[in-house]
C-alpha cells in the first residue's frame, strides 16, 4: 500500500511538473502563426502583432496577444482597419495540433475599430472575398459573393471592453463615432443567431444595445436577413424588427421610437429648444420604415408629442439636398402650448393711465436656412387653436424648393364661414417677398374679431377678401412695404355700444332748439345693451407702402346712413377718417333702398392707434352753447362705439 501511494504521489509530482513546463515547451510562435495564417488565408488581411505574446493552460488555453493590429482594405483611409491593446484567444485544446483554429471565446481590449467604405461604396468589412466561390456574372455586378458550405467561423464568445468604433463614408466623408465599448458579441456559428449585448458611448450619452441577426452568412453574403434591435437610454428608446437586404442598402421594418423629453435631445444635439414646461416633453413614433439609399420612408406613421396625436407618411430623401414629402393628419390642433405668450403691455400707474404707442419690431429675421431643404406637405387637422383662434376642419398645403415657398390654404372653416387662401414667400435672397391672397365667406364677425383682435363691437356676417405683397426682413420693413387690397362686405348686423340713429335724431331736436327732455338722454356713456343695426358695411381698401386708403366706407339701415373714407396708416400707427351720419328721409324698414338723407353729422375719427380722437364737425353757424352740448354728448357716445 505504501509503495502504491508513493508511486502515485510521484506521477502527481510529474503530471504537475509537465503542467507547469507546458507552456515553456507549446510552440507560442507556432500557434500565433498558424492563427495569423489561417486568418490572412480566410479574409486576405494581415494580422501583426507588435507586442509580448503570453500564452496560459488554466483553465483553459488561452493566448494572451498585445499590440495587435489588423490591416485594412486595399485604398483605405488608414493602413490597420483595427489596433487593439490587448486580445486574449481561448482555443479548444482538441484544435492546437489538429490544423483547424477553432476558438470558443476571445476578449479585444481598447479596439481602434474603423469601418469604412470607398468611392464606390466597398465597405472595408467584407472580409471573405478570398474563400468565397467564384462569382457568377450577375453576383460580380451585384457586388455578392457566396461562402463554401464548409467554411464556417466559431468564435463564441467575443467580449469587448473600451476603445472606439469609427464610421467613415468614403462618398460623402461623413463620420460618427461611439466610445467606451462593453459589448458582448455571441457567435456560435455563421449559420446560427448573431447575438449583441451591452453599451457603448455616442455624443457623451450612454446608450444599452440589444441585437440579433438571424443568419450571419446572408450578410455577408449580401442577401436578405432579418435583424432585431433595441436600444435604450435617458434620451429615447428605440424598438426595430425587420429585415435588411441589397448589402444594407434596402432596410424594412416595424420601427417604435419613444423619450420623455424633445427638449433634452435637441439639447443633446447642440440645439437650444426654448419652449413651455408643458411643450416639447414625452412623444412616441410607430410605422412602418423603409430605408432604402438615400430615401427613408415612414407609413402607417402613429406618433404623439404632448398631447398631439399624428397620423400619416412621411419620405425624406437624405441625398446631398434634403427633401421632405408629408401627407398627416394632426387631429385636434392645439398649439398654444408651443406658442409664446403675448407681450403683456408694462404696468402703468393710476396717473399714467393711457395706452401706449405701438412700436413695430425692426429685429432682422434669417431665413437662409430654407435653403436647406425642399418639401411638399399636405397637412390636415379637425380643428386648430393658436392664441383665442379656433378653426374647425382644414387643410393645407406647403412646397418648398429652392427657397421658394408656397402655403395654400386649401380649406378652412371657421367661425361658422369657410375660404381659401394661398401665401407666397420668396427667401432667396433679403429682401424676403411675400404675397398673399384670401378669400372668407360666411364669417361670424363678432367671434373671429374678438379671438383675433380683441375687438367685439361688430355684429354680423360677410366676407373678406384681401391681395397683398410685401417685402423686407423684420416686421417694420414688412408694414411699411404693404400693397395691395382689402375689401370687407357684411349684412344683417349691428355695431354695439350705442345708437346711431338714435343720437343723430337727438342732436337734430337739440339743434333745433328743444334741448328739455333730450338733453338726459345724451348723459349716458358706451352702452352694451344699445347697438347700431345694419343691413349692409361694406368697404375697400388700397394699400401702398403700408399706408391704406379707403373712399367707399358704406354702412345702411333702415333709419341711417354712414358713408366716408379716410386713411390708415399703419408705419405711422395713425388713422384719418371722415365720416357722414345722416337719417333716411323716409323710412320703410329693412328693405329700403331709399338713400336720402336730410340732417346729416360730419365726423372725425383721428389719431394715433392708441389714442383715437373722435370729433363732430359742424358748421359756423352752429356753434351756439346748444351745438357745443350736441358735440360733447354725442361725441362722448361716439367714442364708446369706436374704442376712443
Known sequence: MKTLAKVLGVILIVIIGLLIAIPFFIPVDAIFSKISEQVE??????????????????????????????????????????????????????????????????????????????????????????????????????????????????????A?????????????????????????????????????????????????????????????????????????????????????????????????????????????????????????????????????????????????????????????????????????????????????????APAQDAEQSDAQPIVWDDTKLDLSALNSLDANVVVRSSGLKARDIKLGENQFTLKLQNSLLNLSMDKFVAYEGQGQGKVTLNAKQAPYKITTGFELKGIDAEPLLTDAVKFDKLLGKGSMQWQLTTQGQSQKDFVNALAGTLGFSFADGAIKGANVAELVRKAKELLSGNTGALTEGLNTGYDESQKTDFTALTGTMTFDKGVGTNSDLSLKSPLIRVTGGGTVDLPATNVNYRLVTGIVNSIEGQGTTDDSTGFKIPMRIKGPFHKVDISLDVSEAAKEQATEKVKDKVKDKLKGLFGG
Not at 420623455?260 to 414646461?277: C, F
Open 41 to 158: 488565408k480566410t479574409t486576405g488581411r494581415t494580422l501583426t502583432i507588435a507586442g509580448d505574446k503570453d500564452l496560459a493552460i488554466f483553465p483553459s488555453l488561452r493566448l494572451e496577444l498585445n499590440d495587435v493590429s489588423f490591416s485594412n482594405m486595399a485604398g483605405g483611409s488608414r493602413d490597420n482597419m483595427a489596433t487593439m491593446k490587448q486580445l486574449d484567444i481561448h482555443i479548444p485544446w482538441s484544435t492546437v495540433f489538429s490544423g483547424e483554429i477553432k476558438l470558443n471565446k476571445f476578449v479585444i481590449r481598447e479596439p481602434n475599430i474603423l469601418l469604412e467604405t470607398n468611392k464606390q461604396g466597398k465597405g472595408n468589412w467584407q472580409l471573405f472575398d478570398n474563400v468565397a466561390e467564384q462569382p457568377t456574372a450577375q453576383q460580380k455586378t451585384s457586388g455578392q459573393i457566396t461562402l463554401p458550405e464548409s467554411f464556417d467561423i466559431e468564435l463564441g464568445e467575443v
Open 160 to 344: 469587448i471592453y473600451g476603445g472606439q468604433f469609427t464610421y467613415l463614408d468614403g462618398q460623402t466623408g461623413a463620420q460618427q463615432q461611439i466610445t467606451d465599448l462593453d459589448l458582448a458579441v455571441l457567435l456560435k456559428s455563421l449559420r446560427k443567431p448573431l447575438e449583441l449585448k451591452g453599451g457603448i458611448t455616442y455624443m457623451d450619452q450612454r446608450f444599452e444595445l440589444d441585437v440579433m441577426v438571424d443568419n450571419p452568412v446572408k450578410a455577408i453574403e449580401g442577401r436578405t436577413f432579418a435583424v432585431e434591435k433595441r436600444v435604450e437610454s435617458k434620451l429615447l428608446n428605440l424598438d426595430f424588427k425587420g429585415q435588411i437586404a441589397e448589402q444594407g442598402g434596402n432596410i424594412t421594418g416595424e420601427l417604435h421610437l419613444d423619450g420623455d423629453s424633445v427638449k433634452d435631445i435637441a439639447k443633446w444635439q447642440g440645439v437650444t429648444l426654448e419652449a413651455k414646461d408643458e411643450a416639447f416633453n414625452a412623444f412616441s413614433v410607430d410605422g412602418s420604415m423603409q430605408f432604402k439609399g438615400q430615401t427613408f420612408t415612414v407609413s402607417k406613421l402613429v406618433a404623439k408629442l404632448d398631447a398631439l396625436a399624428i397620423e400619416g407618411s412621411s419620405t425624406l430623401n437624405l441625398g446631398e439636398r434634403l427633401n421632405v414629402s408629408a401627407n398627416v393628419d394632426l387631429g385636434m390642433l392645439d398649439l398654444n402650448p408651443y406658442l409664446p405668450d403675448p407681450v403683456d
